[in-house]
């Protein structure tokens, strides 16, 4: 019978495997195991007298940039700002609590400047349709070109 060149490889890596075995059992079975002590048990009773530590409150820092908003606000002067009719159509402004896009909604579009959009007013025309948005902006003025 002829033995494998191999045999030997297989012996070592046996050993060191066992070595390996061996050397992290006795590195746990040494560890030294500390007990953390038992608080006290107080036997006295809190006072009356104890003043609760107040409550810090959260400082308002400005942010760098505006942040959108997510809220609308009625704004009966930007909503008149629509036609009540157009090319001889009606044109209906919806009512504020009636359509759930808010100012955030649409200035994602517009990046910073509609980070800056503080309310939005909708309009439709039903035949032929058509709508129309304006929001009002905060800050400095915006020209057509800069949307």
């Known amino acids: 019978m002829t033995i494998s060149r191999l045999a030997p490889l297989r012996l070592v890596g ?3 495997l066992a070595l390996a075995v061996l050397g992290a059992i006795a590195a746990c079975a ?3 195991t500390v007990e953390t002590p038992a608080p006290a048990a107080s036997s006295a009773a809190p006072t009356s007298n104890e003043t609760p530590s107040p409550t810090p409150s959260p400082t308002a820092k ?5 942040t959108p908003r997510f809220t609308n606000d009625p704004d009966d ?7 009540a009719t157009a090319a001889g159509v009606a044109v209906t402004v919806a009512p504020f609590d009636e359509f759930a896009l808010m100012p955030g909604d649409v200035g994602g579009a517009y990046d910073e400047i509609g980070d ?4 939005l007013v909708l309009a439709y025309v039903t035949q032929p349709r ?4 304006a929001m009002r902006g905060e800050g400095e003025p915006v020209a057509t070109e800069e949307l």
Do not use: D, Y
């Open 14 to 16: 046996a050993a060191s």
């Open 77 to 83: 002067e930007l909503a008149g700002l629509i036609p």
């Open 116 to 119: 800056r959009f503080a309310s």
């Open 62 to 66: 400005p942010t760098p940039v505006p």
């Open 130 to 133: 058509a709508s129309l948005s």
């Open 30 to 32: 040494s560890a030294p």
